[in-house]
C-alpha cells in the first residue's frame, strides 16, 4: 500500500529556477552560465531541476563528490558533468575515464594520477586566494600541469559576495596565471561574481545559490525569483489557558485564553531553532505567530488570525532567502541545504 501524502510539502518552481538562469546567463554577456548541482541542488532535487535547468539552455554542471554524477546522468549527457572535488583516489580516475565525467584537477597529486591513470579532458583549479582547492600560482609551470588536456582552466572567489578588495586581487591572479597553461576556456565568477561585472565573466560562469532563489549580491535582488516552497500542516488544534505553558522549557506562557495549532514541522526539516521566536507562519497572508521552542518534528502556532482553521489545513511557511536569512542570521546557503529529507521526498 502506498503511504499517504506527507504532512509537508516543498514546491520547486521550475519555471522560476529556469527564469533565473536565464536571467543569469545574460548577466554573463559573452560568457555561458553553467549551474553548480551540488547537494541535490542544494537540497531542492536534482530529479527536478536539473532537466529545468538543461530545457533552459545549461550545458555544465559542476557537482563536489564522485557520488553525485550518477544521478545527473539520469537527465544530462556525463562529458557536462564536473567534479568539483577531483580525483583523490585511483578509484576516481578509473570511474572518471569510465563515465566520461570530468574530474576538476585540484593539486600536482591529482595532476599525476589523473595522467598515469590514462587522462583525458579535465579542468584545473588554481587557488587564486580562498585558500581551499586548486593548485598555487607557483605550482603552474609543474610538468605535471604541462601534461594536462584542460579544458576550463578556473579560480573561485573568496568574497565575492562582499564590496571586497580580494576581487579585484584575485581577479589580478587570475589573470597573471591565464597566459602560463594551456586551456581552452576560462571561469571565475560564481552566482555574486557575475554581479561584479564583465571584467570576472571570462568564458564561463558558475551561479549556484542565486539559480535556487538566494541572493548573494543586492545587484540581483531584482533579477532572481523565489524557487522554493513549502508548507505545513496542522496536526491538531486546542484551547489553552492563561498560564498555560507552550513546548519545551515552557518558554511561551499565554497571558489569556488562546486558540493554537501543533504543525507538522520542526528542526529535523531544517527549520531550525533559531526560527521560532518572532517568527510566523502564513494562511491566506495573515500570520500566526510561533510559540515557544521549535521542537524535531512539531511547532506551536497561535491561531488568533485564523480560528477556524483545522486538523489537516495547510499553512505557508516564509521561505524568501534573503528575508529569512536576516531574521534568523542563519545563512542562505545553510537555509536551503539543511532542508530535511522529508521535505525533499
Same mark, same amino acid.
Given at each position: 500500500m502506498r503511504a499517504p501524502e506527507p504532512t509537508l510539502r516543498l514546491r520547486v518552481d521550475a519555471g522560476a529556477l529556469a527564469a533565473n538562469w536565464r536571467a543569469l546567463d545574460a548577466m554573463s554577456g559573452d560568457a555561458s552560465a553553467g549551474a553548480a548541482v551540488k547537494a541535490d541542488c542544494y537540497g531542492l532535487g536534482v530529479d527536478t531541476c536539473v532537466p529545468a535547468l538543461r530545457d533552459a539552455g545549461c550545458d555544465a554542471f559542476f557537482v563536489a563528490h564522485w557520488s553525485e554524477v550518477a544521478a545527473l546522468a539520469r537527465h544530462v549527457p556525463t562529458e557536462q558533468i564536473a567534479v568539483l572535488h577531483g580525483p583523490v583516489r585511483s578509484e576516481d580516475v =578509473?570511474?572518471?575515464? *569510465? /563515465? !566520461? =565525467?570530468?574530474?576538476?584537477?585540484?593539486?600536482? &597529486?591529482? *595532476?599525476?594520477? $589523473?595522467? &598515469? !591513470?590514462? !587522462? !583525458?579532458?579535465?579542468?584545473?583549479m588554481i587557488d587564486t586566494g580562498i585558500n581551499r582547492l586548486g593548485i598555487a600560482p607557483a605550482e603552474i609551470a609543474d610538468p605535471a600541469i604541462a601534461a594536462l588536456e584542460i579544458d576550463v582552466a578556473m579560480s573561485h572567489l573568496a568574497c565575492a559576495d562582499e564590496d571586497s578588495a580580494r576581487n579585484a586581487a584575485q581577479l589580478a591572479r587570475f589573470r &597573471?596565471? +591565464?597566459?602560463?597553461? =594551456?586551456?581552452?576556456?576560462?571561469? +571565475?565568477?560564481?552566482g555574486a561574481g557575475i554581479a561584479l561585472g564583465p571584467a570576472y565573466h571570462f568564458d564561463l560562469t558558475r551561479p549556484g545559490l542565486a539559480l535556487y532563489g538566494g541572493v548573494p549580491r543586492r545587484e540581483l535582488s531584482d533579477t532572481v525569483r523565489q524557487v522554493a516552497h513549502l508548507q505545513?500542516?496542522? +496536526?491538531? /488544534?486546542?484551547d489553552i489557558e492563561a498560564g498555560d505553558a507552550v513546548g519545551y522549557n515552557g518558554e511561551f506562557t499565554a497571558p489569556a485564553k488562546m486558540k493554537v495549532? /501543533?504543525?507538522? +514541522?520542526?528542526? =529535523?526539516d531544517g527549520f531550525l531553532r533559531v526560527r521560532g521566536a518572532g517568527a510566523t507562519l502564513l494562511h491566506e497572508g495573515r500570520a500566526l505567530p510561533i510559540l515557544g521552542k521549535v521542537s524535531m518534528d512539531m511547532i506551536v502556532a497561535d491561531l488568533a488570525n485564523a480560528p477556524e482553521l483545522g486538523e489537516g489545513? $495547510?499553512?505557508d511557511v516564509p521561505f524568501a532567502l534573503p528575508d529569512v536569512a536576516r531574521q534568523t542570521s542563519v545563512s542562505q546557503y545553510e537555509l536551503l541545504t539543511t532542508l530535511g529529507p522529508r521535505l525533499r521526498r
Amino acid at each position: 500500500m502506498r503511504a499517504p501524502e506527507p504532512t509537508l510539502r516543498l514546491r520547486v518552481d521550475a519555471g522560476a529556477l529556469a527564469a533565473n538562469w536565464r536571467a543569469l546567463d545574460a548577466m554573463s554577456g559573452d560568457a555561458s552560465a553553467g549551474a553548480a548541482v551540488k547537494a541535490d541542488c542544494y537540497g531542492l532535487g536534482v530529479d527536478t531541476c536539473v532537466p529545468a535547468l538543461r530545457d533552459a539552455g545549461c550545458d555544465a554542471f559542476f557537482v563536489a563528490h564522485w557520488s553525485e554524477v550518477a544521478a545527473l546522468a539520469r537527465h544530462v549527457p556525463t562529458e557536462q558533468i564536473a567534479v568539483l572535488h577531483g580525483p583523490v583516489r585511483s578509484e576516481d580516475v =578509473a570511474y572518471a575515464r *569510465a /563515465t !566520461g =565525467a570530468v574530474p576538476i584537477i585540484n593539486s600536482l &597529486e591529482q *595532476a599525476r594520477r $589523473w595522467s &598515469e !591513470g590514462g !587522462g !583525458g579532458t579535465c579542468h584545473l583549479m588554481i587557488d587564486t586566494g580562498i585558500n581551499r582547492l586548486g593548485i598555487a600560482p607557483a605550482e603552474i609551470a609543474d610538468p605535471a600541469i604541462a601534461a594536462l588536456e584542460i579544458d576550463v582552466a578556473m579560480s573561485h572567489l573568496a568574497c565575492a559576495d562582499e564590496d571586497s578588495a580580494r576581487n579585484a586581487a584575485q581577479l589580478a591572479r587570475f589573470r &597573471e596565471c +591565464l597566459p602560463k597553461v =594551456a586551456h581552452k576556456r576560462a571561469s +571565475l565568477a560564481n552566482g555574486a561574481g557575475i554581479a561584479l561585472g564583465p571584467a570576472y565573466h571570462f568564458d564561463l560562469t558558475r551561479p549556484g545559490l542565486a539559480l535556487y532563489g538566494g541572493v548573494p549580491r543586492r545587484e540581483l535582488s531584482d533579477t532572481v525569483r523565489q524557487v522554493a516552497h513549502l508548507q505545513a500542516a496542522i +496536526l491538531q /488544534t486546542r484551547d489553552i489557558e492563561a498560564g498555560d505553558a507552550v513546548g519545551y522549557n515552557g518558554e511561551f506562557t499565554a497571558p489569556a485564553k488562546m486558540k493554537v495549532a /501543533t504543525i507538522s +514541522l520542526g528542526y =529535523a526539516d531544517g527549520f531550525l531553532r533559531v526560527r521560532g521566536a518572532g517568527a510566523t507562519l502564513l494562511h491566506e497572508g495573515r500570520a500566526l505567530p510561533i510559540l515557544g521552542k521549535v521542537s524535531m518534528d512539531m511547532i506551536v502556532a497561535d491561531l488568533a488570525n485564523a480560528p477556524e482553521l483545522g486538523e489537516g489545513d $495547510w499553512l505557508d511557511v516564509p521561505f524568501a532567502l534573503p528575508d529569512v536569512a536576516r531574521q534568523t542570521s542563519v545563512s542562505q546557503y545553510e537555509l536551503l541545504t539543511t532542508l530535511g529529507p522529508r521535505l525533499r521526498r
